[in-house]
């Protein structure tokens, strides 16, 4: 089956520090990427979604010059959460799609918690 | 505006039948899924219907009826490990350079022996 991978699975920061999360699918190539996020006993919320070569298409709320989104080869996407704050701290999950996302797989997550 | 509505939280008895119903409304409609999630784990994805009526996969069932708007899991033998939140989703239009899936707030499910 396919798989997506995330790195890291968990990561502790300070305020004002960058942190880049990657997103692989490993045995597909991945046209499309989402990246949601997810606060603690609350659903899904998408962020961002990235094709291949172009630039990622932002929800309405999110911030595109805080989370910097790049989506450079069909198997890698990454998420730079910049100057992280403790409103930041949260569960970041992945989804690849290898169309235009009429199927997703998710990736494990990737906990964030800012101090 | 998009809507997805489901029952917060829901206890059931091992061995028994739960139905964990979805109701949406949503700016045009192209699917809905159910996926379950462990606590501090990604969602696995458990079902999707595209048609009204029941799809059967194991002891896991979801209808749809799209007329009324409304969905449901099924979930027969419930087992201890069936503990999780599962959440609805509907692939919503307009449709433009990928499709979009709204997530609702997930319903916790607790499987008491």
């Known amino acids: 089956g396919a798989v997506v991978s995330q790195h890291p699975s968990r990561v502790i920061c300070k305020s004002g520090t960058s942190v880049k999360i990657e997103c692989r699918s490993l045995d597909f190539q991945a046209t499309t990427m989402f990246w949601y996020r997810q606060f603690p006993k609350q659903s899904l919320m998408l962020m961002a979604t990235s094709n291949e070569g172009s630039k990622a298409t932002y929800e309405q709320g999110v911030e595109k010059d805080k989370f910097l989104i790049n989506h450079a080869s069909l198997t890698l996407s990454t998420l730079t959460v910049t100057s992280a704050h403790p409103e930041d701290s949260s569960f970041y999950i992945c989804s690849a799609s290898p169309d235009r996302g009429e199927t997703q797989y998710f990736g494990p997550g990737t906990r964030l918690l800012v101090l | 505006g998009q809507n997805i509505d489901q029952p917060t939280e829901m206890t059931a008895t091992e061995g028994a039948i739960v139905q964990i119903n979805c109701t949406y409304q949503t700016s045009g409609f192209n699917g809905l899924f159910w996926y379950q999630q462990h606590a501090g784990e990604a969602p696995t994805f458990l079902s999707y219907n595209v048609l009204d009526g029941l799809e059967e996969k194991g002891r896991f069932s979801s209808f749809l009826s799209r007329s009324k708007g409304y969905s449901y899991l099924l979930l027969k033998e419930l087992q201890m490990k069936d503990s999780a939140s599962y959440l609805c989703?509907?692939?919503?239009?307009?449709?433009?350079?990928?499709?979009?899936?709204?997530f609702g707030s997930g319903t916790r499910l607790s499987i008491r022996p």
């Open positions: 989703a509907v692939r919503a239009l307009p449709y433009s350079s990928a499709s979009k899936i709204i």
